[in-house]
């Protein structure tokens, strides 16, 4: 009976011991705390914000400190639902934006402001109201990139005490009343008929500027070709006056040199004073032509009548 209980104290005694060892281990794995990459997390000591754990391998004091879940501090993108805002001019328009964020400072994330995601969504609504309500309508749809830098910079100085930096804010979609939407639509339309009708003139005008053009560069090239063609007819003609004289040259050149071999040729042949008178005679007839009425005839041509009966008197011997 008494080895029967020493038995049982022995087991009862490796069961506590395996108890604790397993509450041990419990312990030591709820204290080891492993933090990923792009992640923090907040320690408290007995309700008290203590430290901050980055990415690596850490331990806490069991029942004495509390660790917060992970906080990512990637850039994050929220997407918040349209909200209706008025202009200058009295517009009401739905405006849907979209905030990019990232958590700087993970203390500030956790105890600067209850629900910090809805916060940054009321700002955002709040905002956006206050800028486009100083503006009119055609400058809201013409400068969302004033608006979406006027937006950053506000956003961020308001969210810098939650350990939040505001990145980028964009206005994804501006939508304006269905009356206006047509009434914008017919402008458009209006703008683009305007545009289309100077364009046609533009191009009417570019054309008969050409056609003209073209025209002129015709009546230029033509004046210049008739210019051409008759200085070619003038020096044509000037190459053939000048052909012509000095043919007419060369015939002269070629009768006066033929009377000067004649006449060499009669002095060298020492003809008679009958042939030379006779000769004169020819010439009297050539120079009278039938025209003249009155002839002077030389004294040297007085004996003509006795050269008539002489050669008269000598063609009746020879026959």
């Known amino acids: 009976m008494l080895g029967i209980l020493c038995l049982s104290g022995g087991a009862i005694a490796g069961i506590v011991i395996a108890a604790l060892v397993f509450v041990a281990a419990i312990i030591f794995i709820s204290c080891a705390k492993v933090v990923r990459q792009a992640n923090a997390i907040i320690v408290e000591r007995l309700g008290k914000y203590n430290r901050t754990l980055n990415t690596g391998f850490h331990l806490i004091i069991p029942f004495f400190e509390k660790a917060s879940k992970p906080i990512s501090l990637k850039e994050k993108v929220a997407d918040f639902k349209p909200q209706p805002v008025i202009t200058k001019d009295n517009v009401t328009m739905q405006i849907d934006t979209v905030v990019y964020f990232q958590i700087t400072d993970p203390k ?5 402001v209850e629900h910090p995601i809805s916060a940054i969504e009321n700002l955002t609504a709040t905002t956006l109201r206050n800028i486009v309500g100083e503006l009119e309508l055609d400058e809201t749809l013409t400068s969302r990139d004033t608006v979406n830098s006027k ?10 005490p939650w350990g939040i930096k505001i990145n980028r804010v964009e ?10 939407q047509e009434a914008m639509e017919k402008q458009m339309r209006a703008e683009r008929e305007r545009r289309e009708s100077i364009l046609k003139a533009e191009g009417e005008k570019k054309s008969a500027i050409l056609i003209a053009e073209g025209e002129k560069e015709s009546k230029i090239l033509r004046a210049q ?8 007819a003038a020096d044509a003609a000037k190459q053939a006056r000048i052909m012509a004289a000095e043919a007419e040259k060369a015939a002269l050149i070629a009768e006066g040199e033929g009377k000067a071999r004649a006449i060499e040729l009669i002095n060298n042949a020492k003809p008679i004073p009958q042939y030379v008178t006779l000769e004169g005679f020819e010439a009297l007839k050539k120079v009278a032509d039938g025209k003249a009425t009155k002839i002077v005839v030389p004294t040297e041509i007085g004996n003509v009548t006795g050269l008539l009966a002489s050669l008269k008197e000598t063609v009746t011997e020879t026959k």
């Open 108 to 112: 500030l994330y956790a105890y600067g």
């Open 151 to 160: 937006m950053r910079i506000i956003l961020d100085e308001a969210t810098d």
């Open 171 to 180: 206005l994804k979609n501006i939508l304006p009343p269905k009356d206006i």
């Open 225 to 232: 070709a008739d210019r051409e063609a008759q200085l070619l």
